[in-house]
């Protein structure tokens, strides 16, 4: 049986994917930080698909030792299907031992170490990366700053404070795009995919647990009008398992359809320095 990995599996769109894959006869690897999370997650996973292949895998994500194991144990199962959709918009003072910031080190220098180790494992199959990011068109104000990766000048990010978390989170969803076209240029010719998907603003799910403020309050006004989390697993679920997009790579979508991200996010001279500058923090060869 094939193995799928979906990270932030614990609740939200991340178990509503795992759902699927379930369902679609994967077995299934649940990575989230929290073992009690997670186990209760697959138990509601294993009553809506009886019969499932569940194994959990307790990982803090932010820290990047615990990642290099994770994709050391995953490696020897030569997973065929990798979704990487755990996110946090963490306070901008909230660092891991290592120095980065929260944010940083859980949407983008995670999936970057965790996706990029699994996809140099030689395979004799075709592997399918999926990585879920923000909003292509809302995500155009805050381009990537190249020389403050790790936010620790706090240049250009919003007004007021309470809404700087949640610019430098979108700062790393648009990581998550440049590294979906870095790494789709180096996939090229093996078989292998990766595409990136915007789930939608969607309720139901933890991101927004360290909101404060007038951005709290600016959350709970999109929650309102937000779209269940079956909505947001949508377009990643297919991307992960659809016939038709067999040998498709290193592109976005937004509700199954193509759309372009900004230039900022495209330009290869920038995919290809941030590509380095997380080799660097991760401590890869670039």
Sequence with gaps: MELAVVTGANSGIGEQIA????RHGTSVALVARNRERLEAARRRIAAAAPGSDLQVEP??????????ALAARLA???PSIVVSNAAVIAPLDDRTPAGLHRSLATNHLAPYLLLRTLAEQPSARSRRFVVVGGSPSGLRRVPVDLDDLNAETGRGLAWPPSFRPFAAYGRTKNMNAMFVYGLARRLRGTGSTV???HPGIIRGGRLNRHDRGALRLFGSVLGRFAARTETGADTPLWLATAP????VSGRFYVKRRAVETAEHTTDPDRV???WRESARLVGLPD
């Design 76 to 78: 020897g199962q030569d």
């Design 272 to 274: 290809e320095r941030l």
């Design 195 to 197: 595409n990136g998907a």
């Design 244 to 247: 038709e997009l067999d040998g």
């Design 59 to 68: 990982v803090d994500l932010a820290e990047l030792d615990e990642v290099r």
């Design 19 to 22: 759902t699927g894959l379930a």
